[in-house]
Structures are given as C-alpha cells and as structure tokens.
C-alpha cells in the first residue's frame, strides 16, 4: 500500500477547519495544518497543526521539502495577502502542486448602498461624506489608516477577535468579538450605537454577514474593501468539497 500523501493547510479560516475536518479520515492523505499563531485559543484542528511564520519564501521551501508534502492548500483569509504570495512561490520552488481555497466574496443586492473602495486609505477618505458614526469592522491591523486630521470628529465603534494594534481614531471604543453574528444582533448593536455608516473588508462567508444584512434593514451605507488577487496561475476551489477533489486528483501523482 502507498504511503499517504501529505498535504499541508495554509489556515487560520473556517474553510482551512472544514477541509482539515474532511480530510482527517481518510487512511490516503495526512494532513497538517499551519496556523500564524496571531489568534490567542485557535481551538482544536483535527490532524496535525504547526504554528507560526515560516520565514518568508525560502523558510517555506524548506518545510515543504523537509516533510515531503505532496499537495499545499492555501486556505488563508482572502485579505493575508503576503502568505498567499508567499505559498505561489514557495509551491513553485519545491514543486509541489498547489491551490487556493478562497470562499466567494459578498454579493450587493436590493436596497444595499455599497461603496467599493480597493484599501483602508481610501475607504477613510469616503468616511467624512456619509457619516459621522461608523462601525469598522476591517480586522486589528491598518486602523491607523483612520487616523487623519479630517476624521478627528467621527467616532469609530471597532470590532476586532484580537485586540486592536494602535494608533486608534481619537474617539475608538473597542468590542472584542468572535462570530458568527445573527442579524438580530448585529441590528440591536447598530442601534444601540447609532451607527451610521459600516466599514467592511469583502471577507465573504456566512459567519459575519449578518452586519450587511442589518445594515440594509436599517438602510446605512456600507462601505467595502475589496479583496487582493489570488496569485496568477493557481487553481482556486470555493470551498472544502471542491479543494478535495482537487487533491484527489494531485497529491498521489508520482
Ligand atoms: P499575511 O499578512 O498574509 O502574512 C504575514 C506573515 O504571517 C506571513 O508572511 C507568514 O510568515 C505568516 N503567516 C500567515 N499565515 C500563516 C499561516 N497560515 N501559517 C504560517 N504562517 C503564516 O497574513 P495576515 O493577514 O496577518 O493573517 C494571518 C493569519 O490570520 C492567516 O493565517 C489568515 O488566514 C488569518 N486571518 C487573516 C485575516 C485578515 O483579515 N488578514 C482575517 C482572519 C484570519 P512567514 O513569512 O514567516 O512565513
């Protein structure tokens, strides 16, 4: 009988938890996670997990050699820019057979009022024209892009997993909270706030979508990030069923 096949797991997302948890059975494929080590209690992953940066491009080579992995998975948060950079040229060097899980991004629909801006920078420069009250909901890192002269009067109600890393805006007040959020939630939070306008990075998924359903009940404008390109040339799956497939078909190639 072959041995089988490794498969290494860029994660850190609930798609990353998915396909780890599919894959974790089968007697062909041994799987190992790797996780960034930013998140305090990651919670428990089935099959093997390694924490922390590899050391750039060369660090991640190395690993893939020195553990003989046959198919890599870069099921890293659409907006982690730099692993996933990383995992293309790192793949390519060791010649080893790799795809992106990314999960679709969010979708516009009746009654929404989107603005779709490319960087923090830009959705900042928007902020001062639409309101005065906003929910940002961007992640912990970038928030000193809030930070100008011009929108020291409007106050910011941060949402982050992780606490958020300075500088904040002048007037910040700070929740920490995991999702997922339900509607009704997310509705009483903005309320309770009276928020005005929500910021967003096109992260996509069910777990934190509830805000942009709230936000148009409540008929605020939203404003999203769009997302960085995958790498050119690799293969991308949208969720865990198809990134199997994929590996079913690469990872015990001679
Ligand atoms: P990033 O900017 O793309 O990566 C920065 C560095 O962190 C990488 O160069 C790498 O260090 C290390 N790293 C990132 N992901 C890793 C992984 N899965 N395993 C091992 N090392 C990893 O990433 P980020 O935006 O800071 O995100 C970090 C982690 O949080 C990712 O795993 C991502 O899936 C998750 N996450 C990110 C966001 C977001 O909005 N960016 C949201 C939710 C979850 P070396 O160069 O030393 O290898």
Redesign the pocket.
Known sequence: MRSPAHVLI????TE?RHLAAALADRPDLHVTS??????ARPGALPGDV????????E??TAWLREHRVDALVD????????????AAEAAQAARVPLLTLRRPGWQAGPGDTWHSVASLAEAAALLPELGERIFLT??R?GLSAFCGRELDSLHFLVRS?EPPEPPLPPHAQVVLDRGPFTVEGETALLREHAIDVLVT?D?GGAATAAKLVAARHLGLPVVVVRRPACPQGVPVAADAEAALEWLLTVAHRP
């Open positions: 860029l994660g850190g997302t990353a790797s996780l960034a080590g930013r998140v390694r924490i922390g940066g590899f050391g750039g491009v660090g991640l099921a890293t948060h659409p907006f982690a820019e730099a692993i996933s950079a990383n961007t992640g890192l997993v990075k992260s």
